[in-house]
């Protein structure tokens, strides 16, 4: 079996669906995590030694590195059977979590803005005029992905990577009050996280992990 080294900080983060599916596949793993009480140090050390100076970085049996969350993901999902059962559903979890990525742009900027401690009026600006009507597109796509499948599942009948991915940032939004008590797309998309985070082999995971704010 090969040895798998998994670096991240020690938050969810771009990590957390990797870890995922090491906990689904019932695979060992190396979880390192680069303590955030002391991560500019820590960082600092590490920054030089990963492709591209930056992470989470996965180390496969010491011999080689990959860099970039969703290639990471990707490589792990097709390991363990959770990319997609054909060419066509491998194609539509890639680009699901493509879309993701699209808004995490907007999602980075506010969270970004926050802790930077920007002035209250400015951060109502990036909420209202950049975020609130990305996270409204994107909310859009995924609510009509998932009426059209019917299967409750982003992709196919069954769990993939994307769900995972799709899941983690519901969860993130949900924590940061972006999700509307009184908006049918919102609660039918805090239902679909639900049915993931009930997904057996995950269940226990979830309880236990340390949920950082994202």
Known sequence: MPQYKLTYFDLRGWAEP?????HLSHTPYDDVRVPMADSERSWEKLKDTTPFG????LNVDGKFDIPQSAAI?????RKFGYAGKDEQEEAWADAIVDQ???FSVAFKTLIFAARAGKPQDELLKIR???????RDAYFGILDGILKKNKSGYLVGDGLT???LVIADNLHSLEKLKALD???EVHQNLK???EKIYSTPDLEDHIATRMDTEV
């Open 18 to 22: 990797a870890r995922q599916l090491f």
């Open 54 to 57: 930056q992470l989470p970085v």
């Open 73 to 77: 993901c990707r490589y792990l999902a």
């Open 100 to 102: 993701y990525k699209d």
């Open 128 to 134: 209202y005029e950049i975020f609130n009507p990305s």
């Open 161 to 163: 990577w994307a769900d």
């Open 181 to 183: 008590d009184d908006n």
């Open 191 to 193: 239902k679909y996280k």
